[in-house]
């Protein structure tokens, strides 16, 4: 709440309207079924109506309401001027983008999957990462890059690569991975608010999966701080860390794995950049075991990364086993449906690797 | 003060009875001059467009002598640059200026100050015109802490107030100055952007996605290619199948300018902003130009051109030259006051060598520092796991 304030007061500037009414409540039912991709839907629609600098610009997010139907009903909503059908030129429009963030505006550019980001990631990391730095402070770059990222279903190799770990590498960007709706709703809506250049990866996955919001998620001040993780179920043995859609199968393999009498701490990491290492350390001091999932490649991955950070830090002592990860499978995404289902981490993997560590 | 010279030379002559003040030089008083004269300019070259900027441009002695003193500035600070990158005080990317001055004085006469600019590499001129003083610019080059951008950003990433560098990757500020126009169409301000590029960046496949994006969106942004003839080494022949630049953006209306007469550039430069500006969507304008020096300072210039086509140039089509002698034979200025003009720029020059040289490097402790903005202090690891620094917005 106080950093939403805080947020609202340093964003506020021109565009909010001074007075803001909170006004009565909305009547709606005190948590309610909000699917990942309504979730969404919602935070844009708010963050725009707060502050009209908000825009977005994409393929197919204006009339066809979005590829994924992310941003139904916001070009009915805000008209042409605010949300942006842009031809299929990811580089030169996610360098207008960028521009526009350094001349006032506050863009939400879509990228239709992170996998065409490749074409425009000199515009992600050279224009608008670095320029803070390079201009001491003289050029902020308040963007949004969002879009869906890693494996969908039978989209094969080009289609179905995860960006974490390549956005992640570089600072000056902030790179967030939402699991569920609430996740969804506040990290968007953080982001949108942040001055800096959020990379936010979506999955195609989860648009569809409904969770239930709290009253207090529903509300449009509502955010979610980007840099820290939540522990979405505490156990004592062993802690599981990930991000995105792989939460999902943590807790459903912890869930599995309490019946052999085994207590899984499962953390989402929400942010992977920067990256709540603490969360993890304090976690792992208590549990002495750690396994990482994640739907990437194993090499230079964010299961990579959390291993040499746990080395480095005072949770290193604390471990009964080596750190183990849990992966994609290294190796381009075939299209046949088992050969797919086996390029990634299934339930059972995750079990069989939280054993193994175990030593049970 | 020439006159009260010869005042004092009369009454020196009367005291002593020696004819000293038969050598003072009465020069004319201010009010000889001519105020203001008209000039026949170049012709440009149209491209989908039925007129083109004016054949005749006015320029009063204020204005002349404002824009000698910008060229002038330019030039003087990039040869310092030269020199200064020569004593190994400029390290790494060095893009010099010298014989593209037109352009930048041209282009700042003819638009607002709260109009956007937005360039490449080669951006010391422009970031002078941009409102940068010399002293920061030659501090930044020099990696001092009294660089426009505390030493952090070097050659090719200076900032202003409505100028946004200084880029590096050939031909990627192109696509953010169509971002900046589409703020500037967002927003309703009145505003253009003007985005330059080179004729070596002129052959990048995101260049035409923006010709694109901004004619579709009717974006008012002035797009600008500097074509000095040579992508580094590669003459404009052996790089393009189409040297004309101008035509480059197809359905986009051009103009070709002689880029080398600040009166060309100026009024090509108000026509394509009248044009932006009249809500008529994205205009290319190809400013035909010459750089004495090579790429940067790591090219010599002269492995893929003549000396001799360096030195024509430079005889014949020299932007200050050129200002110069406009000047002098319409009477709206006198070589003296050209010359006093030269000296005093020449010291401002030296001064600001003289701090870029002797302020102190950025501290180590800022070393993190600006990675966000509006954010609470993070740490950054340094080299080593025992290597905790601080970062502050």
Redesign the interface.
């Known amino acids: 709440m106080a950093l939403s304030l805080r947020c609202f007061l340093?964003c506020g500037k021109n565009a909010v309207s001074a007075v803001r009414q909170r006004g009565f409540h909305r009547s709606v039912p005190a948590a309610a079924q909000v699917t990942v991709r309504d979730a969404l839907n919602q935070a844009m629609d708010e963050e725009m109506e707060r502050d009209e600098r908000v825009?977005l610009m994409g393929e197919e997010v204006a009339q066809y309401d979005g590829a994924y139907k992310v941003s139904r009903g916001l070009w009915k909503k805000y008209g042409d001027?605010r949300v942006?059908d842009?031809?299929i030129?990811e580089?030169?429009?996610?360098?207008?983008?960028?521009?526009?963030?350094?001349?006032?505006?506050r863009p939400i550019c879509e990228f239709m999957t992170f996998n065409f980001s490749m074409q425009a990631i000199?515009?992600v990391i050279?224009?608008a990462a670095k320029t803070?730095?390079?201009?001491?402070?003289?050029?902020?770059v308040?963007i949004v890059f969002r879009g869906p990222n890693g494996a969908s279903a039978g989209v094969a190799a080009q289609h179905s690569q995860c960006f974490a770990a390549w956005y992640a590498h570089c600072?000056?960007l902030?790179v967030v991975s939402p699991w569920n709706a609430e996740d969804a709703k506040g990290l968007l809506k953080a982001a949108i608010r942040d001055?800096?250049p959020v990379v936010f990866l979506e999955n195609e996955l989860m648009y569809g999966v409904p969770f239930e919001m709290s009253e207090e998620s529903q509300s449009k001040d509502f955010t979610i701080p980007i840099g820290k993780a939540k522990i979405e179920r505490q156990g004592n043995h062993i802690t599981m860390v990930s991000h995105s859609r792989f939460v999902g199968h943590c807790l459903d393999a912890a869930a599995v794995l309490a019946k052999d009498g085994i207590e899984c701490e499962v953390i989402n990491l929400r942010t992977i950049r920067?990256m709540d290492v603490e969360s993890i350390e304090a976690s792992v001091m208590k549990t002495n075991h750690l396994v990482t999932v994640e739907g990437g490649w194993p090499q230079f991955g964010v299961g990579a990364e959390i291993c040499a950070r746990i080395m480095?830090g005072p949770a290193f002592n604390y471990l009964d086993a080596p750190v183990t990860r849990v992966t994609g499978v290294d190796i381009p995404m075939p299209y046949a449906k088992i050969l797919e289902d086996h390029s990634l981490p299934q339930i059972k993997d995750i079990i069989f690797s939280v054993k193994k560590t175990l030593n049970v | 003060m020439k006159a009260m010279l010869a005042i004092i030379s009369n009454a020196l002559c009367r005291i002593t009875g020696k004819n000293v003040g038969a050598r003072v030089v009465v020069s004319r008083s201010f009010t000889d001059f001519t105020p203001q004269a008209t000039f026949d300019i170049k012709q440009c070259d149209l491209h989908r467009l039925e007129e083109g900027p004016p054949l005749k441009a006015e320029l009063t002695r204020e204005q002349g002598l404002q824009y000698y003193r910008t060229m002038q500035t330019v030039r003087r600070m990039e040869l310092k640059a030269d020199q200064l990158y020569k004593q190994k005080i400029i390290r790494g990317f060095c893009h010099l200026y010298d014989g593209q001055e037109a352009c930048a004085a041209g282009i700042e006469a003819a638009i607002n100050r709260s109009d956007?600019l937005?360039t490449a590499y080669r951006a010391h001129g422009y970031t002078y015109t941009r409102g940068v003083t010399i002293k920061e610019i030659l501090a930044e080059l020099t990696g001092r802490k009294g660089g426009?951008?505390?030493?952090?950003?070097g050659s090719m990433?200076m900032?202003?107030p409505y100028f946004?560098?200084g880029?590096?990757?050939v031909g990627?500020q192109?696509?953010?100055?169509?971002?900046?126009?589409?703020?500037?169409r967002?927003?309703g301000n009145n505003q253009v952007?003007v985005t330059l590029y080179g004729d070596g960046a002129a052959n990048q496949?995101?260049l035409f996605?923006?010709f694109?994006?901004a004619a579709?969106?009717k974006l008012p942004c002035i797009f600008i290619c500097e074509n000095n003839r040579y992508g580094m080494g590669t003459s404009v022949e052996r790089a393009s199948a189409s040297t004309d630049y101008y035509k480059r953006g197809d359905f986009i209306p051009g103009l070709r300018v002689d880029g080398m007469d600040v009166l060309c550039v100026r009024e090509a430069a108000k026509f394509a902003a009248d044009y932006c500006r009249s809500g008529k969507g994205p205009i290319v304008m190809e400013l035909q130009t010459y750089r004495y020096h090579g790429h940067s300072m790591s090219d010599p210039g002269v492995s893929y051109r003549t000396r001799e086509e360096i030195q024509e140039v430079r005889s014949k089509n020299d932007p200050i030259t050129v200002l110069k002698e406009r000047l002098l034979s319409n009477n709206m200025a006198s070589a003296e006051e050209l010359k006093d003009i030269d000296v005093a720029i020449r010291k401002e020059v030296e001064d600001a060598a003289q701090f870029a040289t002797s302020d102190p490097e950025p501290p180590l402790e800022q070393l993190c520092?600006?990675?966000?903005?509006?954010?609470p202090p993070?740490e950054?690891r340094g080299t080593n796991?025992w290597s905790k620094l601080q970062s502050v917005?």
């Open positions: 340093r825009f001027k942006i842009t031809p030129s580089m030169g429009f996610a360098g207008i983008a960028v521009g526009s963030a350094m001349a006032g505006l000199d515009q050279n224009s803070y730095y390079m201009s001491a402070g003289l050029q902020a308040p600072p000056g902030k001055d800096n920067p480095e | 956007h937005i426009v951008a505390k030493g952090k950003g990433h900032y202003a946004y560098g880029n590096g990757i990627a192109v696509p953010l100055g169509a971002g900046i126009a589409l703020a500037c967002y927003q952007c496949g995101q996605e923006s694109n994006m579709l969106w520092n600006h990675i966000f903005c509006n954010n993070v950054v796991p917005s």
